[in-house]
């Protein structure tokens, strides 16, 4: 039905897309794999019409007959439609509004609304079923991510879209949202329409795909079946055979001793809610992490993972929307550190990557060499009385540029034009120079590609290897597995167990984190834990997988979901 | 070696590197045209309306420098023009009605812009009250604080700050152009030897060259202006308060702060920069700036008239940054940029008033030109991305 015929695209110096040609069945979903930066998003845009005929190389073919897309709205009426992880829906409108923005229908030039409003219904019940329980009078945004993804795809469907592209629509999805896009997408491919859906999880593609096409380097690799094993997707992925991405580590190269001072200490760690000041997000939390040491922080949503991590550095202090008392004792090499900003705790030689990699860690339009350089400048690092030793600062930024091997044209490169996983080193690669004696990774892997991620794992443990302590916090229970030499699982703020060695399971981590309270499994519907990559064997995906199902609630969600405040909403 | 060649060095702050070249030609152009057109009757190039024209840039220019930095950390500050008012107002009072020397209504003057640079940004940085509105407040108040401390009557400066509206002598002005010509290609060879110590990839020699023909250039036309008759002390001072800004946004910790901050706050805080003791500096920068660009023009015009003084400088002051190519999303732009876009701003009034175009019609034209500026600003980012 739509063919992309020898589509190639360059940018300046960059050969994006060489040579694809791609076909897409009616009634079909399509999976589109790949590392960051294999062309991917270029594909998609070409075929959404975000780059306009002549850009590229090679045809667009809708149903036999060759398209020339000026702009995305050519493709759109063309029945190519794109749903972008940044939603393009107005927040303050309500679904209804949204539903029917561009083509109200009017009545002597003005919105009719009674009409507006049967029309909006009549759409969303076609696409998603009588019993869809969205309010259409609700703002969108009070909607949660995932509802209002579907609203989107439900938008992009009531256009008489064809073919839907879903890019990454899963990355701040709780289980259920998923669950919910899912059968949808299942629903309207049973109806004939098709799907190219774009995803960083193996497990969704396969689960929801009925061909995969990989690509690595601008070029398709090759087209899989949809049932194929993510082994085989990930080997044509990275073009290698990248052995065991979840590994244990197993040599410890610093032989543990617990006699030793650890570098980080923490007693009775206690942040009290946000808006709540009588709730404690983190609650009483006592732990201690030695030099040679990874130690996990693993837990549901909301568990208190982020805020542990953002209280030691001193990071929720000064945000704008104000972030509960920290009370507590925190000691580095044995010396009480007082952290109110997170210039103590860089000052006390801990380091912190936060979460939000573009929102936080990364000045995006500046380049790799400022972004590296950013964390020794501001400590006074390579400068003299205020004066910036610019040829200093650029030989460390190189060294770091070389030793992580991040993927630029150049040290001058625009951070923002990095991949994922490139940017994650820079953020990392930034705190280097300072030698910090802890370092505090939030999910130090997420929206990274698989190549990337193991390098990062290996950075990780070279780290380690040369004596830093390092405190993750991680949703990824496979990359805990494979990092961690201890794992504290936080419930609700607290405290629910410590794994050491080979007590570290996923099956382990994941009953701690749900804990056996009623309150436990009903106030957590969203506990995101990802189902076993490539490592885990037959049996333990089973039994996660009936844990999973056991824990989460039926999916008839009220879709009103409020935010969490203490931990962001896709933490 | 091989790998060195491979990794291009930073090409030296692209941020402002193409961009400026681009302005620096548009200039040019400007420059030529205005000197062939008949219409101009061959006076633009002449010492005297060069001298008039620096003149008159140099007041706007030393605002600008500070309104740049405020605005690459995402600031504004509309009291400028009301600013410039209460400083002058300051010294004149200090000076001719407490009979202070000069060089104390001067710092009295300085003083009171600082104090005028902090209080916006502690409201900023520490209450968190966004810039526009507290300097919007300022630009109502400073005016009406000028006009009750000098009961609204005009008043005249007297020969104690005619030095500023002098004229330094030849040999000075020589010794300064040769002087900064001589800093400068001290720098440019300085940083090209620390780069080979540090074994990175060298400064290519066109860009070495381009660059200290650049600065031989510019010290040419300066002293073809000025060689024969002297320097207005305005020129310099602007001069002066160029080059330290230049230096401060791209040679210093607080340069490179102000660029982290423009461009992710939150990123730069989570790397150690002290958010609001920069941001509170900044604004102290641009409030003595501002008392420095008010002790000049009431130099200037030998006077300071409290409901009139500076009013509108803010906003040329913004036209004039935002032609040099910075952004006011924050964290792009460059003093170079600011200079350029001065000299821009400065021209186009000096050649429409050469050309007798009227006086209202000037006003359109001007809008025009900015909006010009700002679409150019954002095709070429768009063929960026």
């Excluded at chain 1, 073919?163 to 669950?179: K, N, Q, S």
């Amino acid at each position: 039905m739509i063919e992309l015929r020898h589509i190639g695209k360059v940018f300046p110096g960059v050969r994006a897309l060489h040579d694809v040609s791609l076909s897409i069945g009616k009634g079909e979903v399509l999976g589109l794999v790949g590392e960051n930066g294999a062309g991917k998003s270029t594909l998609i845009k070409i075929l959404g019409g975000v780059y306009a005929v002549g850009s590229f190389t090679g045809e667009v073919v809708v149903d036999g007959t060759v398209q020339a897309f000026r702009s995305t709205r050519d493709a759109r009426s063309a029945g190519i439609a794109t749903v972008h992880q940044e939603l393009a829906l107005v927040p303050h409108m309500t679904v209804a509004e949204n539903l029917l923005l561009g083509r109200e229908p009017t009545r002597f030039g003005m919105v009719d609304g009674v009409r507006a409003h049967a029309m909006a219904r009549d759409l969303l019940a076609k696409v998603l079923g009588p019993d869809h329980g969205i309010d259409l009078t609700a703002p969108v945004s009070h909607l949660g991510v995932g509802m209002q993804q579907i609203v989107e795809i439900a938008r992009a469907l009531a256009d008489n879209a064809r073919v839907v592209i879903l890019d990454e629509p899963t990355a701040a999805l709780t289980d259920g949202e998923i669950e919910r896009l899912f059968a949808l997408v299942r629903a309207r491919r049973a109806a004939g329409a098709s799907f190219v859906y774009i995803s960083h999880r193996l497990d969704e593609i396969t689960a929801l795909c009925d061909r995969v096409a990989v690509m690595r380097d601008g070029e398709l690799v090759e087209v899989l079946p949809g049932n194929a094993p993510t082994n085989d997707i990930v080997t044509r992925m990275t073009g290698k055979e990248l052995g065991d991405v979840h590994a244990r580590r197993t040599a410890r190269t610093s032989p543990r001793d617990d006699a030793r001072t650890p570098v980080l200490e923490v007693t009775g760690l206690a942040v009290a809610h946000p808006a709540l000041p009588d709730r404690r997000v983190v609650d009483g939390l006592s732990f201690a992490v030695r030099a040679g040491e990874v130690v996990a922080l693993a837990g549901a949503m909301g568990a208190g993972r982020t805020a542990t991590l953002s209280a030691l550095f001193g990071a929720a202090a000064g945000r704008a929307q104000g972030a509960g008392k920290v009370t507590g004792r925190i000691r580095v090499d044995g010396r009480d550190v007082s952290v109110r900003a997170p210039k103590d705790a860089i000052a006390a030689g801990i380091a912190y990557v936060p979460e939000d990699r573009k929102g936080a860690g990364l000045v995006l339009e500046l380049s790799v060499q400022d972004n590296l350089a950013m964390s020794a400048v501001a400590t006074k690092k390579l400068s003299r009385l205020g004066i910036v030793d610019a040829p200093r600062a650029e030989q460390a930024a190189l060294a770091r540029f070389r030793d992580l091997q991040i993927k630029a044209p150049g040290l001058g490169a625009e951070v923002a034009t990095l991949s994922g996983g490139n940017q994650q080193k820079v953020v990392i690669g930034k705190w280097l120079e300072l030698a910090p004696r802890v370092l505090l990774l939030d999910e130090p892997t997420r929206g990274v590609d698989v190549g990337a991620k193991v390098e990062i794992y290996r950075l990780i443990e070279a780290l380690v290897a040369r004596g830093h302590a390092v405190l993750i916090a991680s949703s990824d229970l496979p990359e805990i597995i494979r990092l961690a030499d201890k794992v504290l699982v936080l419930r609700e703020g607290q405290l629910a167990g410590t794994l050491e060695g080979d007590a570290i399971t996923q099956l382990a981590i994941m009953q701690l984190a749900m804990g056996g309270s009623p309150r436990a499994a009903t106030d957590m519907p969203s506990a995101k834990m990802p189902a076993a990559e490539a490592s885990v064997g037959a049996a333990d995906i089973a039994a996660i997988d009936h844990l999973v199902t056991d824990m989460r609630p039926p999916i008839v969600l009220p879709e009103r979901v409020s935010p969490r405040p203490s931990e962001g909403v896709i933490s | 070696m091989s790998l060195e060649r491979a990794i291009p060095a930073m090409p030296g702050g692209r941020r402002f590197g193409i961009n400026a070249w681009a302005m620096a030609g548009v200039l040019g152009l400007m420059w030529a045209v205005l000197a062939l057109l008949p219409a101009t009757r061959g006076v633009f190039l002449t010492q005297g309306n060069l001298t008039a024209l620096l003149s008159q840039s140099a007041v706007l220019l030393v605002v600008a420098v500070g309104m740049t930095m405020v605005i690459i950390i995402r600031g504004i500050d509309l009291s400028v023009g009301a600013g410039v008012a209460l400083t002058g107002t300051v010294a004149a009072l200090c000076h001719a009605k407490l009979g202070l020397p000069a060089p104390v209504a001067i710092l009295a003057a300085l003083a009171c812009g600082a104090a005028i640079g902090a209080w916006h940004g502690w409201w900023v940085s520490w209450l968190g009250i966004p810039a526009f509105v507290v300097t919007l407040a300022g630009f109502k108040a400073y005016r009406g604080g000028a006009l009750v401390l000098s009961d609204a009557q005009s008043m005249v400066m007297g020969d104690d700050f005619a030095f500023l509206a002098g004229t330094l002598p030849v040999s000075v002005t020589w010794g300064i152009g040769i002087g900064a010509v001589a800093v400068g290609v001290t720098m440019t060879l300085r940083d090209a030897r620390r780069r080979k110590q540090f074994s990175l990839a060298p400064t290519s020699p066109t860009v070495l060259a381009t660059q200290l023909a650049g600065m031989a250039l510019l010290a040419g036309i300066l002293l073809a202006v000025f060689g024969g008759r002297g320097m207005p002390v305005l020129v310099v001072i602007a001069g002066a308060v160029a080059a330290a800004g230049a230096f401060l946004t791209k040679r210093t910790r607080f340069g490179r702060h102000l660029y982290a901050i423009g461009g992710n706050t939150e990123a730069a805080r989570l790397s150690g920069v002290d958010v609001k003791r920069v941001t509170m500096a900044t604004y102290m920068i641009l409030g003595v700036l501002t008392a420095l660009a008010g002790l000049m023009l009431a130099a200037r015009v030998n006077g300071v008239t409290p409901g009139a003084q500076g009013s509108n400088l803010e906003l040329d002051a913004i036209t004039a940054v935002v032609i040099g190519g910075t952004s006011l999303l924050g964290g792009r732009g460059s003093v170079v940029g600011t200079v350029l876009g001065t000299l821009v701003f400065a021209t186009l009034a000096n050649g429409m008033n050469l050309l007798r175009v009227d006086s209202n019609l000037q006003w359109i034209f001007t809008g025009l030109i900015l909006l010009a500026a700002v679409l150019i600003d954002v095709l070429s980012k768009g063929k960026r991305s």
